[in-house]
């Protein structure tokens, strides 16, 4: 059992996260893009990608890629959506998408990465309880940090799973979000990290007493904002995962956040709570006057269960363009990771887990952007 920071990968399991065949994975070892080390797997010694070169290997590739539609786009249209806008460059980034060229370097493989994410801060949301939050929480934060992005995680649970899902054991003993926001502890000393690439801020059960006390604070719904802008510059994707209430606390990370990612499991109570969800967000959205971007991710979805493939299809009836294209199914490999507190990839890279994970950390980093990039899967 190895925990994030310890993973490594065969040939094998590396050509599927890729999504390279595995000659290219001795080709960009001989050419000094991708690091491999001998490690004993059994009695076995075997060559393997540890985790920091997977992340400079993604990084570099990063580099090499196409640029992100975001960044080659002025102006986003009303809904945000750059990849949309009117004039927008985006039929030339299609075209280096599908030569894998930008400039004159050219892309090692078609998989595209943009250099930054489109929605910089997201959460994980829903009142419901145990709908799937921080286990996709962890497992898409795992997973940007494996593609070289810098990542925060904020645990904004008291139950503390988001911290336990990343494997830290001391979290009753570290300061938390409450520190930051009632002791007016700063955003950076409330921070560990976790692993290469992937820092967090713990929570543990004294958190779940932050409610009065934040009610009768200034600004409430503005400090936990402003404690994120003060290490904003520092990451590339800010991720937090909420407790399952109306409250002020998950208010607050709605005011902060660029996106939320409202996590559905495929039956119908979980169903039938979306209303008040999407209500909360709309009047939230009113308040604060802002526009949050808006992701529905259907999880724990069993094509073999009826009730499963209603609920989906209800979900995409009455919420269309704000269901994700990606749909989490519910999978062993999933719940072993949660057991094991890694990456699903750790447990099972060929299994529908690290498909279905592997699909969501794609839609939610590129957002429209993803399209053009799978274009170009293939055309290296
Ligand atoms: N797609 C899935 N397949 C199988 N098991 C899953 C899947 N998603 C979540 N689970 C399991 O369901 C359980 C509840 O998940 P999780 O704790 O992430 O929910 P939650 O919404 O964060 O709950 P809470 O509202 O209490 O915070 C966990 O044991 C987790 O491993
Ligand atoms: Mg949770």
Known sequence: MASFKDLAFTSAEFARLAQISKNQVDEFEKEGVLT?????????????VPLESAQSFFSKLREMNVPSVAAATETPNEAGDPSLAAGSDS?????????????????????FLPKSVQHKVQMFYNVKGGTGKSTLTAQFIMQAALMGYRVLGIDLDGQGHLSLNLDVLNAHELPTIYDVLINDLPMKDSIINVAPGLDLVPANLGLCTIEIPLNQKPRREYRLGEAIRSVYDQYDLIVADTNPA????????????DQVNVVCATNPLSFHGMSLVMATIEEMEREFRKELAIKIIPNMYDNREVISQEVLGELKSQFGDYCARSVISRSVDLNEATKQRTSVWGVNSRGIGAQDIGALANELIAQGQAELGSASLGNA
Do not use: C, W, Y
Not at 36 to 48: A, H, L, P, Q
Not at 105 to 111: C, E, F, H, L, V
């Open 246 to 257: 109306a409250s002020i606390l998950n208010s607050s990370m709605l005011v902060a956040a």
């Open 36 to 48: 491999t080390i001998r490690k004993k797997v059994g009695n076995v010694d075997r060559k393997m």
């Open 91 to 111: 039929s030339e980034v299609a075209m280096n998408a599908s030569t894998g060229r930008h400039g004159d370097q050219k892309a090692p493989i078609g998989m």
